[in-house]
Structures are given as structure tokens and as C-alpha cells.
């Protein structure tokens, strides 16, 4: 199973970005959760979105609610998080994962290398 991640960079507190997450050789269950976690220097690795692969259910960290969208695209096989207005604290390693687990989303069953986000003040 492979998980790459793509489209982090450096912006401006207020830009927007968007990433992506091409997986390959996963079987998809049906009700599998697909997710994207963040890890910022010196913190833990949290949780920030989810969706359901089958149903689209979307799931979030309370903070990010209305500031980062996630999708997905079945026949493409990717995920995306759309992230706008960023702030400095938003700044972190995002990586995408397969198969997490609601209601605490603490683990994961795959995970890519992924991909920073930079937000300067």
C-alpha cells in the first residue's frame, strides 16, 4: 500500500492550498475512513480530517471546521484537503492515511511520508 502526499509549500498567513493524496494497492473497504493527520515540530501528531470512502461522511478536528474541506476521488483513487485561510499554526507535516478509526481517530492502519506546510505570519 502506498499513500503519496503533494502540494504543501510556503504561503502567507490567509493563502490557501490544496493536497493531494494518490493511494495505490489498497483494497478499499466499504466503510473504510480515509484521513489526513498533521504533525507539528515539538507536538504530537493530531488528527485533522476524515471521509468515509463509500458515503463521503466527513469528519474533523473541531478547529478546522469550516477553514479545511476534505474530498475524495474514487476513480482517480485520490484524496484531497482543501485548506483556506491558513495560519502560522496551521504549520506542520500533513500526511494522509488509510483506514482510521472514528470516534478518537488515534491510529491508522497506513500512513504516507507526507508533506509541509509552511504558514508565515
Known amino acids: 500500500v502506498q499513500l503519496q502526499a503533494s502540494g504543501g509549500g510556503l504561503v502567507q498567513a490567509g493563502a490557501s492550498l490544496r493536497l493531494s493524496c494518490t493511494i495505490s494497492?489498497?483494497?478499499?473497504?466499504?466503510?473504510?475512513?480515509m484521513g489526513w493527520f498533521r504533525q507539528a515540530p515539538g507536538k504530537e501528531r493530531e488528527f485533522v480530517a476524515g471521509i468515509s470512502w463509500s458515503r463521503a461522511n466527513t469528519y474533523y478536528k473541531e478547529s478546522v471546521k469550516g477553514q479545511f474541506t476534505i474530498s475524495r476521488d474514487h476513480a482517480k483513487n485520490t484524496l484531497y484537503l482543501q485548506m483556506n485561510s491558513l495560519k502560522p499554526e496551521d504549520t506542520a507535516v500533513y500526511f494522509c492515511?488509510?483506514?482510521?478509526?472514528?470516534?478518537?481517530?488515534?491510529?491508522?492502519?497506513?500512513r504516507g511520508q507526507g508533506t509541509l506546510v509552511t504558514v508565515s505570519s
Open positions: 492515511v488509510a483506514e482510521t478509526y472514528p470516534p478518537n481517530f488515534r491510529g491508522y492502519e497506513y
Open positions: 494497492g489498497l483494497t478499499f473497504r466499504r466503510d473504510a475512513i
